[in-house]
């Protein structure tokens, strides 16, 4: 069974960098035989389910154009751990975030980590 946490400061003051990791067990962020994308997500009541960018199998980037200037996704495969960046952030950022294994075309989701509050407030 695959399983994935976040982890990370919950707690973020404007213009600082957001940084979350995501640790992923269960089964491996490159594994070939299926082509997973490993996803960041956000939610706020406002706003409903964001799809921020992904990392894929091979370590290839995808990013939703809205946040691509100030958002970085990367992997650390010896950990079976890949992160979230944000920098400049604002209260708007603030939501829910959860990491998620997603599928090739980002249209399925199927494991989810439960999610981590993170609070933009100075």
């Known amino acids: 069974q695959v399983q994935l946490q976040e982890s990370g400061p919950g707690l973020v003051k404007p213009s600082q960098t957001l940084s979350l990791t995501c640790t992923v067990s269960?089964?491996?962020?490159?594994?070939?035989?299926?082509?997973?994308?490993w996803s960041w997500i956000r939610q706020t009541p406002e706003k409903g389910l964001e799809w921020m960018g992904a990392i894929a199998y091979n370590g290839e980037t995808y990013y939703n154009p809205s946040l691509k200037s100030r958002t970085s996704i990367s992997r650390d495969t010896s950990k079976n751990q890949f992160t979230l960046q944000m920098s400049s952030v604002t209260p708007e950022d603030t939501a829910v975030y959860y990491c998620a294994r997603g599928d090739n075309d980002l249209s399925e989701y199927d494991y989810w980590g439960q999610g981590i509050q993170v609070t933009v407030s100075s």
């Open positions: 269960g089964g491996s962020i490159t594994i070939t035989t299926n082509y997973f994308f």
